[in-house]
């Protein structure tokens, strides 16, 4: 294993290890979450605490890269220790864990919003729940892996393009106006899309914008009204079978796939709840290929922060049909891994930090060019 900044001088632990805290007020879940990671190469843990409060107080000695962070805790809360243990530790980041009640999802998601990278919910671990506990493992352990930045070479979408060997050249963007504009995004996306949401709301006005955002339910359809809001578009979480129309947002759903059906006079939008795509659902990849199909060249894609390598697939076959595609660069991504391996497959015709991506869709959306 080796271990990879995502930000310059970020890393604080030891070179060969991301240094991990956990919150928890379970003294179960804590000894639970500490036994897993502690059997994964790559990964310390360097401190638990039962509750908001002994965290602050222990963060600083820590040091932590990845902080696993429960919402619902005694004497301090997650959500109240949040701004706090940025204040003290900046450069780590907080996964939060919750139970996946409306209550805790409507909480989780300001705590998205307040800076925590990432989200996982957290099952019911009674008799008979190891089903849930497995799943919850896995995807704990990747995504501790994927914020901490312990990447295995062998398994890395991202393994040439990170050491600049092979790396492929940008494609030619497309000469036509984008007729629609696309984004795929995961870990750190919330952030990200806030960020170009508020600063490209004028231009979306004249496309249909959708979005496909790895979420679970109840999260996409509040993060499709704040998005709509930022925008000022109208939409949000999307609806099976509603027609594309300029200045509309289409989020899909969390547990669903979204495609563009119907025909490319009449476009519209159809959900599904087939089988997961690169482990997601939604999933970028089936988005962005029924885009390609539909818009052709005239389709502006965006692949935002994230892990794994969803989206690579789709943004190839849209760079193939003469559309143009951006991806969010290293520097600035949570996860370099979706933007990374898009950049990977030769699909990209701009790489760039989320701080220019706004201007640069704007730019496209109303003249067909990018700003140098």
Not at 33 to 39: D, Q, S, T
Not at 136 to 144: C, G, I, P, S
Not at 262 to 289: H, S, W
Request: aromatic share 4%; proline share 6%.
């Amino acid at each position: 294993m080796q271990l990879r900044s995502h930000h310059a001088g970020e890393r604080s632990g030891p070179a060969n290890s991301a240094r991990v805290m956990i919150v928890d007020d379970s003294a179960v879940v804590r000894g639970m979450v500490r036994r897993w990671l502690a059997e994964q190469s790559g990964i310390e843990v360097v401190a638990a605490a039962g509750d908001g409060r002994a965290a602050i107080k222990a963060v600083v000695a820590a040091r932590p890269d990845v902080i696993i962070l429960d919402i619902e805790m005694p004497v301090m809360d997650g959500l109240t220790a949040l701004p706090e243990l940025k204040r003290l530790a900046p450069d780590a980041h907080i996964l939060i864990s919750s139970t996946l009640s409306q209550r805790n999802a409507e909480i989780s998601f300001r705590a998205l919003n307040a800076g925590a990278s990432d989200y996982l919910a957290k099952p019911g671990f009674s008799a008979g729940g190891n089903d849930g506990r497995e799943i919850f493992r896995a995807e704990l352990v990747a995504k501790v892996r994927a914020l901490g930045g312990v990447v295995d070479p062998a398994e890395s979408a991202n393994a040439k393009a990170d050491s600049g060997v092979g790396r492929p050249g940008l494609r030619k963007p497309s000469n036509a106006i984008p007729r629609v504009l696309t984004i795929g995004s995961s870990t750190g996306g919330p952030g990200a899309l806030n960020q170009i949401f508020e600063h490209t709301g004028a231009a979306m006005a004249g496309v249909p914008v959708l979005v496909t955002q790895h979420m679970p339910p109840t999260f996409t359809k509040l993060l499709g009204d704040k998005l709509a809001r930022l925008a000022a578009l109208s939409g949000g979480e999307a609806v099976d079978g509603e027609v594309l129309v300029p200045g509309r947002l289409y989020l899909a759903p969390g547990g669903r796939h979204m495609r563009v059906a119907g025909t490319k006079t009449r476009p519209i939008i159809a959900l599904d709840d087939g089988p997961p795509v690169n482990f997601c659902r939604p999933a970028v990849d089936p988005l962005f290929e029924s885009v390609a199909a539909t818009f052709g060249s005239a389709t502006l894609a965006v692949v935002l922060t994230g892990m794994g390598a969803d989206g690579a697939a789709g943004s190839v076959l849209i760079a193939n049909a003469g559309g143009t595609v951006i991806a969010q660069d290293e520097a600035t991504s949570t996860v370099w891994g979706m933007p990374g391996a898009a950049m990977a497959a030769g699909a990209c015709a701009f790489v760039q930090p989320l701080g220019q991506i706004a201007g640069s869709i704007s730019s496209l959306l109303t003249t067909g060019r990018c700003r140098p």
